[in-house]
Every structure is written in structure tokens, then in C-alpha cells.
């Protein structure tokens, strides 16, 4: 029989996380106070965050501890499955093996769980009582509902008016976890009353959302803010990825030529690639690495590296990072959860050292990669995943192409299961590209 499924034990869940902040060739740029220009400390963060999470912003440590507690939760879906996509090879005919890494067993259904248990768990620690945070298409509003239930705190999800309408599942499943959701831009914050004011019909965006649930934070004594991307320790949660692929790949005598994953934020790409670009810059091993991206917000591709705010109201520090313009507002397209203006300092700064690639797609193409690739492994992957998978296609065909016998990693970061109609409209050939 050949092998299919690459399975770990639970002893081997990871016990620390890795922490790519001390191997970088160039340094992140530091987050800056809007108003003084000058950079932040922590006692500007402490309003809205813990004090380990701000230790973590910028520890330069390399391996940093994953608490028993947090492991103790992991271990519920991790280690998560390593497939080698036979089907899909088979189907593409080509001479290169593929393999990649599911995150969407976590019971959310996508990899935002490995850093929202993280977040709850040290909230809890240094007893905050409520968390609130924003969503757009869902995923991340599930993750922290889910991960705020088993620390018995209370979860507030701003969540885009046009999604808490029209995704109606993900709302309800974050009623089931306990979270209270409301439509942004809603009436419970000033930045919310503003927005409606001049424009009662808003359909709201993540931008807008962010800046309430931040007021909501900084405004209650008991209420801390939780993020879902592009912060360093988001990242950082997410190498768990990384390190049980890189370790599953071991046990069969393989490296990859080809790391990809979508970027939205660019965590769950941080989370499959940062332990395999250790031994990149190192140069212990030649990797390419490759951030996929939405043709319709396509920060790395087509953004500009510099300081931005991470809201619409210019409530955060300012952030430096490959930026759209944080009034951007990215046409509505399927993948909700790549619908970010900004992304990741840590992957925006590497990506400026050439260190990783990128490539952006039209959502039509993507779907089409996502059907071959349901019709040949059967998952349903998320249309935000798709997009690793379109690349992972692409570079199996330039390998029959050329004849070459390369290895292809990429992060099916979450299932689809909660995105049919976008299949639907997909298959009625009423789906349109933009960009
Ligand atoms: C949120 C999400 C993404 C994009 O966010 P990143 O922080 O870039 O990982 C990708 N895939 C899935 C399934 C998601 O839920």
C-alpha cells in the first residue's frame, strides 16, 4: 500500500513554537504611536492586551514554551494530518510528488484555532474576563468563540455587516460557542455610530470592525482585544504548522523544493513556511517559498511597503507593511478571510529581502483548482486555501513541463464546508473576476 497519510502521535505535538524574529536578516520595523510618530512600548499595548502576548511582540527568543494547557487543547485535532496528494498527482500527471498539510480537522475548521487558544489561554492567565474581537467571512470570530469556551470567558465578535447577513452558519456557530456577534458598524462604539451616521446602510468592512472591537477593549476594564493575523505572535502560535510538516516530511525522507500557502493576514503561510526558512537563511537548505494572494487585494504584489494603520478609523499603531491604504475596501469576493488591506510586518519585511515570493489569482481560476482538487482527494477546501492549491497546481505542471521530479508543500489551511454557495455560484457560471 502506498502511503497516503503521515500520521504523528500526540507526544509529538510541538512543545515550543518557533520564533523567527531573531533569525531575520533585516529586523521588522517597529509599530509607531500614531499621534507622536515615536515607536510603542508596552505599557501603550497593556490597555487592550496581556502582558505575555506583548512579550511575545517582541521576544527575541527563538523557541518560546507552548504552555501544557494550550498543548493539552491541541492535542483534540494535533498533530494535524500530513497527506501526499496521490489523487491530485494522478489527476495533473505529473512526475512531482505533492504533499500538504490539513488544518482544517481543528474543530473551527481552519488553522485559526492554534493561535486563538493562545490568545484565551493567557488573557484568562492574567485574568481578563472578556475578549472582543472582529470577523469577516467568520473563520476567526469561530476560533476565538471556540477558544474563549474553554477558558470560561466571555467573547464579543464584531462581525461585517454584509457577512453576518449573508454567512449565516458561521454566525450561528458562534452562538453555539457562547460569543455574543453583532453587525459592524453597529451602534455599541463611537467609531461605529460615526460610520452609520453618514451612511446608515454601510455593509461595514474588517477595517471598521477592527476599530470597534478595539474601542470596545480600550473602553471596559474587564475586555481585552484579540487578533487574528498579521501581529508577530499570531505568527508565531502559528509555526506548529510548520514544525509537525517539517517533521512528518522527515519520517519519509523528504524536503520540500516548494513551501506555499494563502495570504491574508499571513499567518497560516508564517505558520507552514517559518520553521523551513530558518534552514533557508541558515543555508542549510534551499527552499522556495511562495505567498498566494487574491488578484482582487493584493498587498505584496501590488501594495507599497510602508507605515499604515491596521483600521479604517486609524485606531492601531501604525504598522509597517506591504498596504493596499488602509481605506482600501477589497471588491467582495469569496475569500473573505484574504479580504485584508494590510498583512504581516515579519512576511512584508522578508518578502522586501527576497527571501519569499508571491502570486496573486482571479477567483475563477482558483475555484477551478479547488474542484480538481475536491474531485481528486475529496476535501472541500476553503476558497481561501484554494489559492495555495492553484499554485501548487501550477508548479506541478511547470514540473511536467520540464520533467522534474520536485518536491511540493503547501497549507490547506482550512475546509470549505461553510462556503457552498460560493461553490454554487461558481458552478452557475455567475462567479465574476475583478481586480
Ligand atoms: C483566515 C483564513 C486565511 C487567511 O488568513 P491568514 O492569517 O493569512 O492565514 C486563510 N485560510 C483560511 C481557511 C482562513 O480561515
Redesign the pocket.
Known sequence: MQKTKILLDENDIPRKWYNILPDMPTPVSPPLNPGTKEPIGPKDLSPIFPMELIKQEVSQDRFITIPDEVRDIYALWRPAPLYRAHRLEAALKTPAKIFYKYEGVSPAG???PNTAIAQAYYNMKEGTERLATETGAG??GCALALATTYFDLKCTVYMVKVSFTQKPYRRSLMHLWGADVIASPSNHTDSGKKILSKDPGSPGSLGIAISEAIEDAASHEDTHYSLG?VLNHVMLHQTVIGMEAKEQLARVEEYPDYIIG????????AGISFPFLSDKISGKHDVKVIGVEPTACPSLTKGEFRYDFGDTAGLTPLLKMYTMGHEYIPPSIHAG??RYHGLSPIVSQLYADKLIDAVAYHQKEVFEAAVTFARSEGIVP?P??SHAIKCAIDKALECKRNGEKKTILFNL??HGHFDMSAYDSYFSGNMKDSS
Open positions: 481552519s488553522h485559526k473563520q476567526w493575523s494563502s495570504v491574508g493576514g499571513g499567518s497560516n503561510f478571510g484574504l476553503a481561501e486555501s489551511s482550512g
